[in-house]
């Protein structure tokens, strides 16, 4: 189940389905009283903060150092192939690697996340290149051994079609 805090707390009492609503997977969205109920019933909880306009995963911080799946869907979205420059292998045979490592503080979150192949994984980890994520854009900056820096660009998102924005008319 997903629930936003605020009505886990309390708030929101009506089963429309709106933003603010509960989700339970593979049913749909439920009312505020019954998603508390559900709640207080669980063993625990994974905390996932995610935006509030757009519900993309943010990240889960210092509780827990994998990453639950709906970041995991995010990164594998977001990346779409291991993010060392020149690298094309897919997405599903990488791993997600910490930017800054868990051990040094680094949070589980997307902004200190990005996905490698195990090769790649390695050659950051003993410190052969070394990488930054650029605030916002997705990019990274990775520094080689000797020095020369590489961007890596996160897989290009084609947004819809902008609402404010009239629909073209068909070409017949």
């Given at each position: 189940m997903t629930i936003p805090l605020g009505l886990?707390?309390?708030?929101?009492?009506?089963s429309e389905a709106t933003l603010d609503s509960?989700?339970?997977?593979?049913?749909?969205?439920?009312?505020?009283p019954t998603a508390r109920q559900l709640a207080a019933l669980a063993p625990n909880w994974?905390?996932?903060?995610?935006?509030c306009t757009t519900g993309k995963a943010l990240g889960v911080g210092r509780t827990a150092y994998r990453p639950p799946k709906a970041l995991l869907r995010y990164l594998h979205s977001?990346?779409?192939t291991c993010r060392f420059p020149?690298?094309?292998r897919p997405v599903s045979v990488c791993e997600p690697d910490h930017t800054v490592e868990w051990q040094d503080g680094g949070p589980t979150d997307a902004g200190?996340?990005?996905?490698?192949?195990?090769?790649?994984h390695a050659l950051k980890s003993i410190g052969a290149w070394k990488y930054r994520q650029m605030p916002g854009s997705g990019n990274l900056e990775w520094q080689s051994p000797?020095?020369?820096?590489?961007?890596?660009?996160?897989?290009?998102?084609h947004p819809g079609p902008d609402p404010g924005k009239p629909p073209e008319p068909p070409p017949f």
């Amino acid at each position: 189940m997903t629930i936003p805090l605020g009505l886990a707390l309390g708030g929101g009492t009506g089963s429309e389905a709106t933003l603010d609503s509960a989700e339970l997977a593979g049913y749909g969205p439920i009312d505020g009283p019954t998603a508390r109920q559900l709640a207080a019933l669980a063993p625990n909880w994974q905390r996932l903060f995610t935006d509030c306009t757009t519900g993309k995963a943010l990240g889960v911080g210092r509780t827990a150092y994998r990453p639950p799946k709906a970041l995991l869907r995010y990164l594998h979205s977001r990346d779409g192939t291991c993010r060392f420059p020149g690298c094309t292998r897919p997405v599903s045979v990488c791993e997600p690697d910490h930017t800054v490592e868990w051990q040094d503080g680094g949070p589980t979150d997307a902004g200190n996340l990005a996905m490698l192949c195990r090769r790649h994984h390695a050659l950051k980890s003993i410190g052969a290149w070394k990488y930054r994520q650029m605030p916002g854009s997705g990019n990274l900056e990775w520094q080689s051994p000797f020095g020369r820096v590489h961007i890596s660009e996160p897989v290009e998102v084609h947004p819809g079609p902008d609402p404010g924005k009239p629909p073209e008319p068909p070409p017949f």
